[in-house]
């Protein structure tokens, strides 16, 4: 365990076998995308404690996301 909060958020399957998600330790801004398979997933989940982000807060993090690729940073609209 980090000490931190731990977030996962998926963002899809592959073959039914695997799941993708990305993995955030303290801020959910800041993650890395992996790949395991669904049983590998729930294990590593478990041993970090992580909390599964809703549709909700995935789609505020994708705005944001796309203000700083796309637009300028801090904008509300």
Known sequence: MTGQPC???????R?????????????PELAVELVLC?????QFCATHGVTHLSAAEG???DYE???W???EPGLDH
């Open 7 to 13: 977030f996962v958020r998926v963002t899809g399957t």
């Open 38 to 42: 669904f049983e590998q997933f729930s």
């Open 65 to 67: 996301r796309m203000k």
């Open 59 to 61: 789609a505020r993090l």
């Open 15 to 27: 073959d039914a076998r695997f799941v993708e998600f990305e993995f955030a330790i303290g801020d």
């Open 69 to 71: 690729r796309y637009g």
